[in-house]
């Protein structure tokens, strides 16, 4: 069973950044694609950002292009979240996947605990 930890949630004001973490404890991790969703209050859980196990492909939900950056370190078995320009529209818990390559959650096995990012309006 894959075990991710996510970090780095916070309350900050709009227009400023964050930088979220996530480790994984699988042995395989260079060669696993991850995932970043997000679930707001009283909303479906819902794609942000992935990876592909290299790092050389990326993928964004329309919403943040341009202002999220997905990456990965693979020697330290971590994935982050570079989130710039924050919006209060970006509320939510911020989770880490595994396991999968799509856009919704039903494509990923493993799970993160998550991560509050509140930004205020």
């Known amino acids: 069973q894959v075990q991710l930890v996510e970090s780095g949630g916070g309350l900050v004001q709009a227009g400023d950044s964050l930088r979220l973490s996530c480790e994984s404890s699988?042995?395989?991790?260079?060669?696993?694609?991850m995932g970043w969703f997000r679930q707001a209050p009283g909303k479906e859980r819902e794609f942000v950002a992935r990876i592909s196990s290299s790092g050389i492909t990326t993928y964004y939900e329309d919403s943040v292009k341009g202002r999220f950056t997905i990456s990965r370190d693979n020697a330290k078995n971590f994935v982050y979240l570079q989130m710039n320009s924050l919006k209060p529209e970006d509320t939510a818990v911020y989770y880490c996947?595994?396991?999968?390559?799509?856009?919704?959650?039903?494509?990923?096995?493993?799970w993160g605990q998550g991560t509050q990012v509140t930004v205020p309006s």
């Open positions: 996947a595994a396991g999968g390559w799509g856009m919704t959650p039903r494509d990923y096995t493993s």
């Open positions: 699988e042995d395989t991790f260079s060669g696993t694609p």
